[in-house]
Each structure stands twice: as structure tokens, then as C-alpha cells.
């Protein structure tokens, strides 16, 4: 990946706006890569914990948090979306209702 689709891909997670959220193929497709949802996965775990980028609006095609359930991450993310009043049921959003196609 290009240091110009990193940018892009950034540039598509902070346009995402508060209590919505995207899947990773979406973000690919907006930053132009198509495909390239396995790649924004991997560019977003390797973010450092003190970025202000919004990766927890990001989830898998079903709406689903890609973390297990039981793990910090999973816990942080879910806690993240609640307070932008997105609704996580059993791990999972709705995105009919809080779903953001840029």
C-alpha cells in the first residue's frame, strides 16, 4: 500500500460522521481501492492507541464488530459507538439505521 492510499483511506475515516458507521470494503471502495478491504483492515491495526482517527465507526459487511467478544478491543469499540449513540446489539449495528455510504 502507498503512502497515497493511506492518506486516502484517512481521509475517507474522518469523513465518517459521529454515530454512524462504514465497513471496511466501503472505506475501500471510497479511498479508491477497490477490493481493498483486507488492506484497511490492516492499515487500521496498526494505528497507534493515542490516534484520533474514528476507526471504531468501521465494521465488517454484516455490521458486525470484528473483534471476539470478549476482548479489550471488542469493549472499547462497542463503548466508543454507544457514546455517539450508535445502538450495538449482540455485537453487532443495524445499518439500515446507522449505516454511512460517503
Known amino acids: 500500500m502507498t503512502y497515497e492510499d493511506q492518506l486516502r483511506i484517512y481521509t475517507v475515516l474522518n469523513a465518517i460522521p459521529p454515530g454512524f458507521v462504514t465497513s471496511y470494503g466501503c472505506v475501500a471502495t471510497l479511498a479508491q481501492l477497490p477490493r ?3 488492506q484497511v ?6 494505528l497507534p492507541a493515542e490516534s484520533t482517527l474514528p476507526w471504531h465507526r468501521v465494521l465488517r459487511a454484516d455490521g458486525s464488530i ?28 443495524d445499518l439500515s439505521g446507522f449505516g454511512w455510504k460517503g
Not at 41 to 46: A, D, E, M, V
Open 36 to 38: 481493498g478491504a483486507r
Open 41 to 46: 483492515g490492516r492499515l487500521l491495526s496498526q
Open 66 to 93: 470484528a473483534f471476539p467478544l470478549d476482548s479489550p478491543s471488542y469493549r472499547r469499540q462497542k463503548q466508543r459507538l454507544e457514546s455517539e449513540g450508535v445502538t450495538v446489539t449482540q455485537g453487532r449495528v
